[in-house]
Each structure stands twice: as structure tokens, then as C-alpha cells.
């Protein structure tokens, strides 16, 4: 396709591409609100494009399977790597704060255990781990497996295997483990950030969201000094 483009289809998408558009900035660090709004208004006046207002963006959208299962294979284009990979994203739904933080804690005590069963013992993957996840405002845990000898539904009915276990396994966690992975997540929320990026990041995820929740660090925390395994559990 690339070979079949010519200049002057390039020149007609560019300039379509541009006509409408609306500008969204974080300016943060050594700069005054007067030279922050002046910056944007330069970029504006350069690239010369009519605004784009809410209702003629296009919305995002999720799709939601009710007690279903969702299974979406990809043949690798290199015939010959051998490498197989798994990506299985359990979505919780739209959590409250709290529960945010409790998806949080799973993943903490998860974390382990699961690249020690099959990472470790079972040796089904060379990289085996966990993260959270987030579409729009759904929430959900991430559970990620690349493997050189195994197939992605061998890996996903061990994955569903040792999901399975995990709640007794969580069950008889003892309370002084269970208070270590607490004070870990509460580490790492308190964790300062080591330059403007990091700092930025995190700013903009809160507008990009349109969350706006410039105290979420410390309501974490403050949960996080009163929360119980059953809290967990249930």
C-alpha cells in the first residue's frame, strides 16, 4: 500500500487531517499560567485548524459480555519464530475508590505466586506477569505469559488452574504475609517521583480520565491503614 501513495495524497490527508481538531495541554514545571496560555495559543495559531467540539469527537466505547468469554487468537507473521504469548484481561467492571485499591492489593499478593507456579515450578513461560488494567473507566487485572514451547490454550487452561487455587491460597495467606503486601502497596503509592515525567504521568492520567482526583495517593493510604483480608476476600 505505501508504495501505491503519492505525494499529493499525502498533501490532501494532511490538510484534511488538520482542518478540525481541538488542543488539550499540561504544561507543568518553570513556567507562569500567562506564558503556559500563550505557548497553547502559539501551537493553536500555527496549525490553523477550526475547532472540534465534544459532540463531533467520537465517543469511546466498551462492549460488555455478559458471563461470557471472550477469545481472540493471532497467528504470529514469522513462521519460524517459535514463540507463543498470552494476554488474559479479566475486567471487574466500574470499581469506587476503594475497590481500586483492593484490585490493587490482589495484584500485590498475586504477583508472586503466580510467576513461582508457573514461571518457577511448572517452567510453562520465560516471562510470566501481572498488572492491572484499564479501559475508559473499567478496571481489571492483566495476566500476561510468553512461552517458546507451550500454546496459548495449554497456557490459559494452566492459568485457569492455578486461578482456581488462588482463593484458598489467599484464604490461608497469614495475617503477618498479608500485612507485608499492605505496607508494600502502601510504599509504592507513597513512592516520590523521580523527575517532572513521572510527576507529569500521573497528572495527566487524571485528566485524560477526567477523574480529577488530585488526593487519590492519600485516600489510598488512609484505606489502606484499615483494610482486612476479608476485605479481600468478599
Same mark, same amino acid.
Given at each position: 500500500i505505501v508504495d501505491r501513495i503519492t505525494l499529493k495524497q499525502l498533501n490532501t490527508f494532511v490538510g484534511r487531517w488538520l482542518e478540525y481538531s481541538y488542543t488539550e495541554a499540561l504544561i507543568? +514545571? !518553570?513556567?507562569?499560567?500567562?506564558?503556559a496560555t500563550a505557548l497553547v495559543n502559539d501551537v493553536q495559531d500555527i496549525m490553523?485548524?477550526?475547532? @472540534?467540539?465534544? %459532540?463531533?469527537? !467520537?465517543?469511546?466505547?466498551i462492549v460488555k459480555f455478559d458471563?461470557? *468469554?471472550?477469545?481472540?487468537?493471532?497467528?504470529?507473521?514469522?513462521?519460524?519464530?517459535e514463540n507463543?504469548?498470552?494476554?488474559?484481561?479479566?475486567? @471487574? +467492571? #466500574? @470499581?469506587?475508590?476503594? %475497590?481500586?485499591?483492593?484490585m490493587n492489593l490482589v495484584?500485590? #499478593?498475586?504477583? *508472586?505466586p503466580f510467576f513461582t %507456579? @508457573?514461571?518457577?515450578k511448572q517452567q510453562i513461560g520465560y516471562s510470566v506477569w501481572v498488572t492491572t488494567q484499564r479501559f475508559e473507566n473499567v478496571r481489571g487485572i492483566r495476566f500476561i505469559l510468553q512461552s517458546k514451547d507451550r500454546y496459548p490454550d495449554y497456557i490459559v487452561k494452566r492459568l485457569n488452574i492455578f486461578l482456581e487455587s488462588f482463593v484458598q491460597t489467599l484464604k490461608d495467606l497469614p495475617d503477618e504475609d498479608f500485612s507485608n503486601h499492605v505496607t508494600g502497596l502502601i510504599?509504592?503509592? %507513597?513512592?516520590?517521583?523521580? !523527575?517532572?515525567?513521572?510527576? +507529569?504521568?500521573?497528572?495527566?492520567?487524571?485528566?485524560?480520565?477526567r477523574?480529577?482526583?488530585?488526593?487519590?495517593?492519600?485516600?489510598?493510604?488512609?484505606?489502606?491503614?484499615?483494610? *482486612?483480608k476479608d476485605d479481600v476476600i468478599n
Open positions: 507543568h +514545571g !518553570n513556567m507562569l499560567a500567562d506564558e490553523k485548524f477550526e475547532p @472540534l467540539f465534544a %459532540e463531533q469527537r !467520537n465517543p469511546q466505547r458471563n461470557a *468469554t471472550f477469545l481472540r487468537a493471532i497467528d504470529h507473521p514469522n513462521e519460524d519464530d507463543s504469548g498470552m494476554i488474559s484481561m479479566f475486567p @471487574l +467492571g #466500574i @470499581l469506587s475508590e476503594d %475497590e481500586v485499591v483492593l495484584r500485590q #499478593i498475586i504477583a *508472586t %507456579e @508457573l514461571r518457577t510504599t509504592q503509592y %507513597e513512592e516520590k517521583d523521580k !523527575n517532572l515525567m513521572e510527576r +507529569g504521568s500521573k497528572i495527566w492520567l487524571e485528566i485524560s480520565t477523574d480529577f482526583h488530585w488526593k487519590r495517593v492519600q485516600m489510598a493510604v488512609k484505606y489502606l491503614h484499615k483494610v *482486612t
